[in-house]
């Protein structure tokens, strides 16, 4: 997920990520939470039971939260992004994992069985901040983001999917996404009743 083709998206790292999240067991989601709130990165130990585990979602997460060569955001510290990224994953796996919470924010009483975390990624904020949802069935992670200092040119065709994901919007828009990638493959708008000006368009990832 290093650029990015639409507003909103998952990619591939994200999508990993919830991949993991939604096959950890209770226990080991717990031992996560724990050691999330006991250690300073999202990127420590912890990840050995969290979604930060394989050699690509450190180089996203450095690409997130880092001040060096190829960062996101050199405009904001380095600290301040990991701690959003922190605390958002710690209070979306409280709500994930507990009905009530003590005064100190901390669960209390236990779900009868984790709910799904589902992160997505949102640029052109003016900040760097994140959002945790929680609904009947899952936790959403919105991360809200200024647009990427580096505009990376997206993979070729091989590397990129269907997201899960469609945007609804003015027909000039979804061809000004699809024309922000003119190697890719894109599936037609999908049809909409007549009369409406908006088409819905499914979209990349990567």
Not at 74 to 99: F, S, T, W
Not at 157 to 180: G, H, K, Y
Request: charged residues 20%; negative net charge.
């Amino acid at each position: 997920m290093p650029g990015r083709l639409t507003t909103i998206s998952i990619g591939s790292a994200l999508r990993r990520a919830n991949e993991r999240l939604a096959n950890r067991s209770r226990t080991e989601l717990e031992r996560y939470l724990r050691a999330l709130e006991s250690e300073p990165s999202v990127a420590g130990p912890a990840s050995a039971h969290g979604p930060l585990l394989e050699p690509g979602h450190r180089s996203h997460h450095d690409e997130f939260v880092g001040n060096g060569p190829g960062a996101f955001f050199p405009q904001i510290e380095a600290g301040l992004k990991n701690d959003v990224m922190r605390a958002a994953i710690i209070q979306a796996l409280r709500l994930a994992l507990y009905r009530t919470f003590d005064d100190d924010g901390r669960g209390s009483e236990p779900r009868p069985a984790p709910l799904p975390i589902v992160s997505y990624w949102i640029t052109g904020a003016p900040s760097f901040e994140a959002y945790v949802d929680l609904s009947a069935a899952e936790v959403h992670i919105f991360l809200v983001t200024p647009d990427p200092a580096p505009e990376l040119a997206p993979p070729g065709e091989d590397d990129a999917f269907d997201e899960l994901m469609w945007v609804c919007a003015s027909p000039t828009r979804a061809q000004a996404i699809r024309e922000r990638a003119p190697n890719y493959a894109y599936r037609d708008p999908v049809t909409m009743p007549s009369g409406l000006a908006a088409v819905c368009q499914q979209v990349k990832g990567y």
